[in-house]
């Protein structure tokens, strides 16, 4: 810390808090103190204007949509079949479980 000292000039800032305050893994955190609560509270009593207003609820949709089918073959076919690959689940095997299977174990 002498390098960092002597380039500052002598003027290291303090910590925020003590370090007796800080908590540790082990111990729950420290509440806010009233200054920095002051402060935050503050900060939220600040006006930037009005608030703003929920947008619009549309209960049925617009006319005119195109159907389903004409907006899923305006995809490229590579992004579709990528799309399949990755999000498809496919059945390579078909096997017969048994009833112990199917029942939880429990020990």
């Known amino acids: 810390m002498g ?11 303090a ?6 305050e800080e908590a540790s893994e082990d ?3 420290s509440l806010p103190t009233e200054a920095e609560e002051a402060a935050f509270l503050a900060e939220g009593r600040r006006d930037d204007g009005p608030p703003l207003a929920p947008p619009p609820v549309e209960t049925a949709a617009p006319a005119g949509l195109p159907p389903l089918d ?12 990528a799309l399949d690959e990755l999000f498809r689940a ?7 479980a048994t009833e112990g299977e199917l029942r939880p174990q429990t020990s």
């Open 3 to 13: 390098e960092l000292e002597r380039r500052l000039g002598g003027a290291v800032p």
């Open 15 to 20: 910590p925020a808090r003590p370090a007796a």
């Open 27 to 29: 111990s729950p955190p």
């Open 70 to 81: 004409d907006l899923v073959r305006r995809i490229p076919g590579e992004v579709r079949a």
């Open 90 to 96: 496919r059945f390579t095997t078909v096997k017969r």
